[in-house]
């Protein structure tokens, strides 16, 4: 007797980079990365609602690789991603990722899809979001060092969400900063390519520095760095892998996401444990404070949180519908009589 078709909650969809690629031109990256920044701030507003813990780590001397789970008690989510500074080198990504999606009450996943690219737009998407509540009223030019993948989402999401319109470009490699430059024409960003990274920043009221490093770098230095700027760090996301100097933090008011993470991976490593830093979901909640005057500088301190991952998801679900964007991938093994998992592993036969 042939097997019975799966039932309907035993096919996962499942969104290929094929298929993200396709979902990310029929919405526009920009609008994209717009209704991205809301659904992560919105989810960031009720930041209590959800299991939170600090992503689960495993280190080599080449990398990282991690989970990162979170539910808010109706949906449940994880993210496999990793970090290897040196695969560019080799031809591959730095981060690549995938995810799930799954519901609380049965548990049954509702989702599978690659994160690579959806990593690189919700990382944008949360750069944006901070900015926006943080960086100096009328910023328009920004200050991009690291020109790797992840750059061109970040600089698209400062124009579309903040109004940056002028982006100065710097990397250790000055192959990336062309590539960078490439891929933006026509987006009506005014981009200009600089030789250091102290020449990157002048007149830029945003800095974003996103390089990859498995070793603490010091891509800006105290002396650099002029009241008032807002400075988004997104490249410090592990142990041992810093940014920034930290006399910049002694100057700076920092925010993070979730400060038990943060203090293990972020800029903050450096500081002594108590160091005042303000969770940022709290400015959105009205608890506390984002910029308070003109000259302050303000850190966002962003290593990468399963919120933003959750909400991207869940983003990514809700836009598939009706879009036939995914294929139906039959991962759960679900018999028509629960108990009898042999007895459907023997009419396979
Ligand atoms: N915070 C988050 O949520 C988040 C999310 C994704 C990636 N990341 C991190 O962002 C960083 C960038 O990721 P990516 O995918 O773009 O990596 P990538 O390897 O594609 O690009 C990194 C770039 O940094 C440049 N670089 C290295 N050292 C430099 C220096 N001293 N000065 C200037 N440029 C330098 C490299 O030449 C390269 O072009 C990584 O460290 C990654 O772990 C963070």
Redesign the pocket.
Known sequence: MPSPLPSEKALVPFVSVENMMHLVHRIGIETMLTELTDVIEADFRRWERFDKTPRVASHSREGVIELMPTSDGEIYSFKYVN?H?KN?AQGL???TAFGLLAEVSTGYPVLLTEMTLL??LR?AA?SAMAARHLAPKGARTMAM???????EFQALAMKAVCGIDHLRL????PL?TAKTARNLSGTGLTVTACTS?QSAIEGAEIITT????KQY?T?LSDNMVGAGVHINA??G??PG?TELHRDILLRADTFVEYPPQTRIEGEIQQMDPDYPVTEFWRVLTGQATGRREARQITLFD???FAI?DFSALRYVRDKLEGTGLYQELDIIADPDDPRDLFGMLQRAK
């Open positions: 970090g500074p560019m990504q730095t981060v990593t690189a990382t949360t060092i690291g020109n790797g993948a992840q750059a710097y990397d250790i490699d990336a990274s996103c390089t990859a490093d770098a891509i997104i490249g996301d592990c892998k962003s290593v990468g933003e």
